[in-house]
């Protein structure tokens, strides 16, 4: 079998603690400056994309704003046009949802960047979780979760009829005849459905290349089977190598079932990573960046959205509560709360009494740590070695630092990745279509 090029994107650090802001070399979540470095740092180093997700609402915890995490970002589009004017070749891709927004704004936004980067723009559909950011927006909370899904399946088909309503040669800027478009070559686009009722013209044409690289996001049985139905790249936290793998066959096969290629859908996993000139100086750096990333406040907020309840009296250094949590409780707003919290809290429980953690180390034990840990050369591997054996086609990196986490990356594992023949030496194409399905 040949072998799988491999894929790279990189993703602006989002509102989580991921993002380390008390290290002395960060820099803002919300100047354009932040955005241009990481964009042009991974255009330098030959990646597929940049990737912004979306948050539109701020995080509260115990009826306050949370502010343990990176807050404050910035409208997708704008920086992402912003973009559009300092970057030549990368992709340039937003997460938008279908759930608060309309199909005839989003096609005509999501063409304006198509056509102000020359077929660069990529987007990220989701259909947003909850009422809590619904509240945002005059529908609020208007969506059972099945709902959302025939939401976002008329709604793509709504703006693929907008992106498809202006014939190649619609535009014929006949100056001399004072004519610019050709109104036969225009259709009018009219939908009726169970979420739209739309009839109306298109303002632009779509993009260079047609409609813009469509990626997913979200992992529900209907979830993956949106995404596999319509998106060139899915975006996953099915990051290990054997749960990848797992990801990997089922999206697969679901893509088959409805007819395509499979090659024609890649799959990302966000990945983090920590790099060193020898594995203990990146294991040292690893746990530094972890102790950062999880203070002690951190460590008891975080425990606080397990057990339902308030325990800032507990000393993160100290040992976990002895009783159980309260299931139904809303103490953390705009975070997901995952799984039985009393089957999760016994577990934590044991296993911090089994290994004597404490609160701060239990939680920096059991929530997610750095995937690709060590020199560039062994990072190298690990990257190319998840790609051929089928957890991925690529990855979209997470740094943790804003704006300089990924230069290391790109000056020291990207060049290994080039000696070895499996990652591009130069742009082949000019689009993101193209990017996603060269072979180098
Ligand atoms: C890897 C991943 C990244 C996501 N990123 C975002 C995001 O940036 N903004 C957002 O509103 N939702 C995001 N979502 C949530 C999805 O929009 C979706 O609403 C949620 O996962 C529920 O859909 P599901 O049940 O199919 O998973 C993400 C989901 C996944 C799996």
């Known amino acids: 079998m040949s072998r799988k090029p491999i894929h790279l994107a990189a993703h602006f650090p989002g509102v ?29 180093g030959l990646f597929d994309f940049f990737f912004l997700a979306e948050g539109l609402r701020l995080r509260e915890h115990r009826g306050q704003i949370y502010d343990l995490d990176v807050v404050g970002r910035p409208d997708t589009f704008t920086v992402l046009a912003g973009l559009a004017g300092v970057t030549d070749r990368i992709g340039l891709t937003g997460t938008i ?27 990220n559909i989701v ?22 899904y025939v939401r976002a399946e008329e709604f793509l088909r709504v703006a693929r ?14 100056v001399a005849a004072g004519v610019y478009v050709d109104p036969e070559r225009i259709r009018s686009v009219e939908f009726s459905g169970s979420q739209f009722d739309v009839r109306g013209f298109a303002t632009l044409p779509a993009g260079p290349r047609g409609q813009p690289v469509l990626l997913q996001a979200g992992d529900s049985d209907e979830g993956r089977s ?46 983090t990573f920590v790099l060193g000139d020898s594995e203990d100086e990146a294991q040292d750096k690893a746990r530094h960046i972890r102790y950062q990333q ?44 995952h799984g039985d919290p009393i089957a999760l809290s016994r577990k934590y429980r044991e296993r911090a009494e089994a290994e004597n953690l404490s609160i701060r180390e239990l939680v920096i034990a059991v929530t997610s740590r750095q995937q690709f840990v060590g020199t560039p050369m062994h990072i190298a591997d690990e990257i ?24 290391e990356f790109v000056d020291r594992v990207v060049p290994l990745l080039q000696e070895r023949g499996a990652f591009r030496t130069e742009y082949t194409g000019e689009t993101l279509r193209e990017h996603l399905g060269a072979c180098h």
């Not at 008390?22 to 740092?41: N, W």
């Not at 009829?161 to 006949?174: H, L, N, Q, R, T």
């Not at 936290?237 to 859908?265: I, N, P, T």
Request: proline residues 5%; hydrophobic residues 40%; negative net charge.
């Open 97 to 123: 949802n279908t759930t608060f927004n309309e199909p005839f704004e989003v096609a005509r936004q999501f063409a304006t960047l198509d056509h102000l980067s020359g077929g660069r723009a990529g987007w």
């Open 16 to 44: 989580n603690n991921t993002t380390v802001w008390t290290d002395p070399t960060a820099g803002s979540q919300i100047e354009f400056e932040s955005f241009v470095h990481l964009a042009r740092t991974a255009e330098r």
């Open 161 to 174: 009829e907008f992106w498809g309503s202006w014939a190649p040669d619609a535009v014929v800027a006949d």
């Open 127 to 148: 259909t947003s979780s909850d009422a809590f950011t619904g509240a945002n927006f005059r529908r609020g909370g208007f969506l059972t979760h099945a709902d959302r």
């Open 226 to 271: 949106f995404g596999a139905r319509h998106a060139d790249a899915l975006f996953t936290l099915h990051g290990s190598l054997e749960d990848g793998q797992r990801y990997y066959a089922d999206v697969k096969s679901r893509a088959a079932a409805a007819g395509r290629d499979r090659d024609e859908l890649k799959v990302f996993p966000a990945a």
């Open 384 to 407: 190319d070695r998840y790609i051929q054996a089928d957890a991925c086609d690529g990855f979209i990196l997470v740094p943790h630092l804003t704006p300089h986490g990924l230069d």
């Open 294 to 337: 999880v203070s002690g406040a951190t460590a008891i907020a975080m425990l606080e959205q397990v057990w339902g309840r308030d325990l800032s009296s507990y000393d993160p250094g100290g040992p976990l509560p002895d009783f159980d949590p309260i299931v139904d409780s809303s103490i953390t707003q705009g975070r997901v709360r």
